[in-house]
């Protein structure tokens, strides 16, 4: 199993829908991320979590929230979906503890808005 | 706002030769600097981070160096392979804050 999960791995929706985005790890990493990738962009960094009561807004938030349910799971929400959303969305994790902030990637969850 | 580019956005060579790719960055106050590798409909794998105290890092046939003062950093592949076709991607932690600022990439494709 990965250590990073991310799921739906595909998703097409239509403007106005909401749209949730699941990430769960198995590092017990304390520190999680969404980035988003859109082509010709590279990644912009959406959210991030230091702990399941840390939650920070990243370059790119509106439009966008998230939820840290427990240290292991980091939700991305889109209330209300619109075109330029779609983009390729990747959950991220890392370790305050290693010093060097690596961060382990999940496999990303592709969504189109209609 | 930290600034990263990455030359050449793509890049073809044939198997076997040793390349390098280009990473620069406009703020040279950076705590660390990762090399990823990115494989179409996959997630990111980081490669190689170097500190800002360091001056290069070596995997196997990776070596990654970095010159805070002029804000560049390189990654060579020696011997490359056509496994090695991916996009590479430079990101770069600066002294304050969490984030990493990414380059858009440099696709490379290894010719059999």
């Known amino acids: 199993d990965a250590d990073v999960t991310q799921t739906p791995r595909n998703r097409i929706t239509k403007t106005g829908k909401r749209i949730m985005l699941e990430c769960s790890q198995t590092k017990g990493h304390d520190r999680m991320y969404w980035y988003r990738q859109d082509p010709g962009l590279g990644l912009q960094l959406i959210y991030y979590s230091f702990d399941v009561k840390d939650i920070n807004k990243g370059e790119i938030s509106d439009g966008y929230s998230v939820s840290r349910q427990a240290q292991a799971k980091f939700s991305l929400s889109l209330e209300s979906a619109i075109p330029n959303q779609t983009a390729l969305y990747f959950c991220a994790t890392s370790d305050s503890t290693s010093g060097a902030n690596v961060l382990t990637f999940g496999a990303g969850s592709r969504l189109t808005v209609l | 706002k930290q600034e990263v580019t990455q030359i050449p956005a793509a890049l073809s060579v044939p198997e076997g030769e040793n390349l390098v790719l280009n990473c620069s960055f406009t703020?040279?106050?950076?705590?660390?600097l990762q090399w990823f590798r990115q494989d179409p409909g996959k997630g990111l794998t980081s490669l190689l981070l170097i500190q800002s105290s360091q001056r290069e890092q070596t995997s196997g046939r990776l070596n990654a160096s970095l010159d805070k003062s002029s804000g560049r950093s390189t990654l060579y592949i020696a011997a490359s392979q056509p496994g090695d076709s991916a996009t590479y991607l430079c990101a770069v932690k600066g002294n304050s804050g969490y984030a990493l600022n990414f380059g858009k990439g440099t696709s490379l494709l290894v010719t059999p």
């Open positions: 703020d040279s106050a950076i705590y660390n």
